[in-house]
């Protein structure tokens, strides 16, 4: 059984930095995109970020560009997002999930697996 948990959200300050973690189990992490997407309240989930299967290529939304890092590592079946200069429009609950696909820019519905996901809330 495949399960995908997020952890490390929480209320931080404008300009503050949150770092996210998501746990695999149950597939190979390794032959996996991974990706990251959030949902603000009334708002569809987008896309945040996706990293390849080594880890050597990424790929950002432009409004989280030059802030916020994914990053993986593979031997812990583990893929992080570091958030630094975070906004009020970050606000959001982050979700993280795992695709097949090896391109980084496919759409929600070629993840396969997906976390609960993690409030992450910026005040002003």
């Known amino acids: 059984q495949v399960q995908v948990a997020e952890s490390g959200g929480g209320l931080v300050q404008a300009g503050g930095s949150l770092r996210l973690s998501c746990a695999a189990s149950?597939?190979?992490?390794?032959?996996?995109?991974m990706g990251w997407f959030r949902q603000a309240p009334g708002k569809e989930r987008e896309f945040v970020a996706a990293?390849?299967?080594?880890?050597?290529?990424?790929y950002y939304v432009d409004s989280v560009k030059g802030r916020f890092t994914i990053s993986r590592d593979n031997a812990k079946n583990t893929v992080y997002l570091q958030m630094n200069s975070l906004k009020p429009e970050d606000t959001a609950v982050y979700y993280c999930a795992a695709s097949s696909d090896i391109s980084l820019r496919v759409g929600l519905s070629r993840y396969n697996y997906w976390g609960q996901g993690t409030q992450v809330t910026v005040s002003s």
């Open positions: 990293i390849s299967r080594s880890g050597g290529s990424t």
């Open positions: 149950g597939l190979t992490f390794g032959s996996y995109t």
